[in-house]
T-cell receptor, first 113, second 111 residues
């Protein structure tokens, strides 16, 4: 069993929909939780960064962490065609900036105009 | 500001050949790492470095070597390429902030 599980999709939604992306994990030592967005043939770019449990909001994006359930989510409101990409969750037990991350498999999202 | 630069972007190797993937960053970051990305597997950590002269193994280190002689550069060496090393390779760097910056990727095919 992988330490981090993520439904690979693909997920297809109409423009304006609310998108929910999720990851589960098994390692209770994870403290830092991240969401990356990756466009085709590009490197991942950081979207959201959360330490421990709780919610964090940034514009149309909201990240939630529930450490008791070992479950994290990313919500995208008013989704746009430009949001079409692969979304990767990532986690770390140490300091979140050292580059030692465990990634989920990634979920491919398509937002149709 | 170039950020994280990887070369080459595309490479085809024959089984048994060796090669080096180059990675350079111009942000004076102390942390650098190499990942490989395979379909359905996400990114997996190969090697990482917490500063010049210090490296350690990640999740999938076999068949790869690294060194960190300067803060800026973190090359990844394939010692004897195998078809199982066909993948997309990403270099990443980070400093004291939360953000980890990734390069654009290097597509490697081993035939």
């Amino acid at each position: 069993q992988k330490e981090v599980e993520q439904d690979p999709g693909p997920l297809s939604v109409p423009e304006g929909a609310i998108v929910s992306l999720n990851c589960t994990y098994s390692n209770s030592a994870f403290q830092y939780f991240m969401w990356y967005r990756q466009y085709s043939r590009k490197g991942p770019e950081l979207l959201m960064y959360t330490y421990s449990s709780g919610n964090k909001e940034d514009g149309r994006f909201t990240a939630q962490v529930d450490k008791s359930s070992k479950y994290i989510s990313l919500f995208i409101r008013d989704s746009q065609p430009s949001d079409s990409a692969t979304y990767l969750c990532a986690m770390s037990s140490g300091s979140g900036n050292t580059g030692k991350l465990i990634f989920g498999q990634g979920t491919t999202l398509q937002v149709k105009p | 500001n170039a950020g994280v630069t990887q070369t080459p972007k595309f490479q085809v190797l024959k089984t048994g050949q060796s090669m080096t993937l180059q990675c350079a960053q111009d942000m004076n970051h102390e942390y650098m790492s190499w990942y490989r990305q395979d379909p359905g597997m996400g990114l997996r950590l190969i090697h990482y470095s917490v500063g010049a002269g210090i490296t350690d193994q990640g999740e999938v280190p076999n068949g790869y070597n690294v060194s960190r002689s300067t803060t800026e550069d973190f090359p990844l060496r394939l010692l004897s390429a195998a078809p199982s090393q066909t993948s997309v390779y990403f270099c990443a760097s980070s400093g004291q902030t939360d953000t980890i910056y990734f390069g654009e990727g290097s597509w490697l095919t081993v035939v």
